[in-house]
């Protein structure tokens, strides 16, 4: 099965190496290096094919695994713009706070409590 070419050339930057896997498969799993190990040299990154009983097919997933991390850590994150409230809700804010000290105020002692 061929590789597409972004894959392709993603695969010379690459140490693919097969492994035996481990796990539940039984017997065709146990003896055949079916699974795939996929570390991209020149960032490190390490993503592992293991689902499928072909060599090839877990060399493909793998592969991609490895672009998508690569095209993961080079997005840039959106810049954030600070906001500021509008004056309507800064006006609403404090009117609500007014409105709860007020309340609060009235909690306090009466004259006729103190006497």
């Known amino acids: 099965m ?8 993603l695969a010379r930057d690459c140490e693919i190496t097969p492994y035996k896997s481990s796990g539940p498969g039984g017997q065709k799993k146990n003896k055949t290096e079916s699974s795939v190990r996929v570390r991209h040299l020149p960032s490190g990154v390490v993503r592992i094919g293991t689902e ?3 060599q090839a097919r ?7 695994r490895v672009l998508g991390e690569l095209k993961r850590r080079a997005r840039k994150p959106k810049p954030r713009r ?3 409230p509008t004056r309507s ?15 609060k105020r009235g909690r306090g002692r009466s004259a006729a409590a103190e006497e």
């Open 58 to 64: 877990n060399r493909e997933a793998a592969l991609a």
């Open 82 to 84: 600070p906001t500021k």
């Open 89 to 103: 809700a800064v006006e609403k804010r404090l009117t609500g706070k007014r409105i709860e000290a007020e309340k």
């Open 52 to 54: 499928s009983r072909s």
């Open 2 to 9: 061929p590789l597409t070419p972004a894959l392709e050339r």
